[in-house]
């Protein structure tokens, strides 16, 4: 069974970092990816990472310039670097990982995601 554990949020305020990270248990995934979901909304796609070395992170227009993530494949690890965090950067982040995007799921789709963590609560106060 493959479990993702997410740790590093908290509350900062408007301005601050965070500096989230989840590791897999087990297994090889292609594409690694962070989503959140703030009270009230549907959970949206925050930043994700392939495996491969020639492929660029992708990143919600939302958070561009801003969030930085990364990935350690031999210890099954990614990690969001959040700058310049703004209140609406609140909600639970939620890390996930799956198989490589294609033509019916995008690395933005949660629908390429097979596993998921159960969310790190990240607030940013204004």
């Known amino acids: 069974q493959v479990q993702l554990v997410e740790s590093g949020g908290g509350l900062v305020q408007a301005g601050g970092s965070l500096r989230l990270s989840c590791v897999a248990s087990?297994?090889?995934?292609?594409?690694m990816a962070w989503f959140r979901q703030a009270p009230g909304k549907e959970r949206e796609f925050v930043a994700a990472a392939l495996s491969w070395s020639n492929v660029s992170p992708y990143y919600a227009d939302s958070v561009k310039g801003r969030f930085t993530i990364s990935r350690d494949n031999a210890k099954n690890t990614v990690t969001l670097q959040m700058n310049i965090l703004k209140a609406e950067d609140t909600g639970r982040y939620y890390c996930?990982?799956?198989?490589?995007?294609?033509?019916?799921?995008?690395?933005?789709?949660?629908?390429?995601?097979?596993?998921w963590g159960q969310g790190t609560q990240v607030t940013v106060s204004s």
């Open positions: 087990s297994g090889t995934f292609v594409t």
């Open positions: 996930a990982a799956g198989k490589a995007p294609n033509s019916d799921y995008s690395a933005i789709s949660d629908l390429l995601y097979t596993y």
